[in-house]
T-cell receptor
Framework: GAVVSQHPSWVICKSGTSVKIECRSLDFQATTMFWYRQFPKQSLMLMATSNEGSKATYEQGVEKDKFLINHASLTLSTLTVTSAHPEDSSFYIC????????????FGSGTQLSVL | GDSVTQMEGPVTLSEEAFLTINCTYTATGYPSLFWYVQYPGEGLQLLLKATKADDKGSNKGFEATYRKETTSFHLEKGSVQVSDSAVYFC????????????FGSGTRLSIRP
């Protein structure tokens, strides 16, 4: 079945550094990918919608200069947390739509980011 | 705006017990409703869905019925197994929001042998 690979699964970084998270659709073309974040015991919150070849659409309250999203190909989207701070520590999950399967949504396994 | 509220966990049950995980929603119009499951170390997977009132979604012995009158979509299974241990997310996709999905906070389920 369709698989979405998300890497890394966890990362620890120092405050002020940038972290890049990759999301790949392994056996299908994903024209649209979504990025979510989840705080402990809270819902997955949609951060942005990423469309291949165009600028991402950010949800209200999400800083686009802080969370840079690039979707340069039909199988890869990246989320870069720039100048990370401890409050950015969270669980980040990507998902991708397989247009060939009636828009079925597939999820990556998530990335736990800890900023010291 | 649209929202999903689900039962807080963790929930711990013995094997073969009956499972209910409550989920209620707030939405305008007629949303589609989903249950996703996340097994340890894996991504979220669609477990079942229902797209209109009174629809019953079912998969792997799990069931949930779209109840518009109570705005609920409770997940049930008659006899759980150890392999059902996972985190379960209730979610909705609003009628006017294309593919944007709103999730509940997740319920961690642990099944004892």
């Amino acid at each position: 079945g369709a698989v979405v690979s998300q890497h890394p699964s966890w990362v620890i970084c120092k405050s002020g550094t940038s972290v890049k998270i990759e999301c790949r659709s392994l056996d299908f073309q994903a024209t649209t990918m979504f990025w979510y974040r989840q705080f402990p015991k809270q819902s997955l919150m949609l951060m942005a919608t990423s469309n291949e070849g165009s600028k991402a659409t950010y949800e209200q309250g999400v800083e686009k200069d802080k969370f840079l999203i690039n979707h340069a190909s039909l199988t890869l989207s990246t989320l870069t947390v720039t100048s990370a701070h401890p409050e950015d520590s969270s669980f980040y999950i990507c998902s991708a739509i397989d247009r060939g399967l009636s828009e079925k949504l597939f999820f990556g396994s998530g990335t736990q980011l800890s900023v010291l | 705006g649209d929202s999903v509220t689900q039962m807080e966990g963790p929930v711990t049950l013995s094997e073969e017990a009956f499972l209910t995980i409550n989920c209620t929603y707030t939405a305008t119009g007629y949303p589609s409703l989903f249950w996703y499951v996340q097994y340890p170390g894996e991504g979220l997977q669609l477990l079942l869905k229902a797209t209109k009132a009174d629809d019953k979604g079912s998969n792997k012995g799990f069931e949930a019925t779209y109840r518009k009158e109570t705005t609920s979509f409770h997940l049930e299974k008659g006899s759980v197994q150890v392999s059902d241990s996972a985190v379960y997310f209730c979610a909705l996709r609003g009628y006017s929001s294309a593919s944007k999905i709103i999730f509940g906070s997740g319920t961690r389920l642990s099944i004892r042998p």
